[in-house]
């Protein structure tokens, strides 16, 4: 569906972007360090370490098969010893596997850990947004609710609108779940994710 592909777009653009530019990703900040040598030797050692981290994370993450527990397992001890965004990124294509595998606690604790590792806000948004679906599967719509909040970013109003407006039908808030759907129809979003959710409108009650 549309509302996935965008989500799923968004997160190619993101593992894109980073393989490129992994010596941005590392956390940190050089102290103590005046003379040029001494900085020319951190920023080698910074691209290096960054080169490393980013062919770990490409290997663990491509060798995950759901039907053999030492590749999940592999990516989950990656994502946990690197608190950065190829952590996060991790975690994200774990909780994926956890989700198909019908695993929501583990998924969840997968995306949680993510959204604290990244400070890449489109990441986080992408992040937040999985994580308010497998909430929503776990049917726990307050919460979903709750996870909403912490999407920020532009271009996310009509899948926001769209989880949303299923966590409120799922507590029978068939009139907030209208207004949901409305306003992301009403978004500057695709016109065939606007379709789609006023053709939830339309089959609403009443």
């Known amino acids: 569906?549309?509302?996935?592909?965008?989500?799923?777009?968004?997160?190619?653009?993101?593992?894109?972007?980073?393989?490129q530019n992994?010596?941005?990703?590392?956390?940190g900040a050089v102290l103590g360090v005046g003379a040029l040598v001494g900085w020319n030797y951190w920023n080698n050692l910074e691209d290096r370490s960054a080169r490393d981290t980013s062919a770990a994370y490409q290997k663990v993450t491509t060798a995950i098969n759901s039907s053999q527990p030492a590749?999940?397992?592999?990516?989950?001890n990656f994502a946990s010893a690197n608190n950065n965004t190829y952590g996060a990124l991790?975690?994200?294509d774990l909780a994926k596997h956890y989700v198909d595998a019908n695993q929501l606690d583990k998924a969840a604790a997968q995306l949680q850990a993510g959204?604290?590792?990244?400070?890449?806000e489109n990441l986080q948004a992408v992040l937040n947004l999985r994580l308010a679906r497998v909430q929503l599967q776990q049917k726990q719509p307050d919460t979903v609710l709750k996870t909403l909040e912490n999407?920020?970013?532009?271009?996310?109003?009509?899948?926001?609108?769209?989880?949303?407006?299923?966590?409120?039908?799922?507590?029978g808030d068939t009139q907030g779940a209208r207004e949901a759907w409305e306003k992301g129809s009403a978004s500057d979003a695709s016109s065939t994710l606007k379709e789609m959710l006023q053709m939830k409108v339309n089959n609403l009650p009443g």
């Not at 590749?71 to 989950?76: C, K, P, V």
């Not at 959204?115 to 890449?120: A, C, G, L, V």
């Open 1 to 19: 569906m549309e509302i996935y592909s965008n989500e799923d777009r968004q997160v190619s653009a993101l593992k894109h972007f980073f393989s």
């Open 22 to 27: 992994g010596k941005a990703l590392m956390i």
């Open 71 to 76: 590749t999940l397992e592999a990516a989950a």
């Open 90 to 92: 991790a975690a994200l």
């Open 115 to 120: 959204i604290k590792d990244t400070k890449d």
């Open 151 to 171: 999407v920020k970013g532009e271009g996310w109003t009509a899948i926001i609108a769209d989880i949303r407006g299923e966590a409120l039908l799922s507590k």
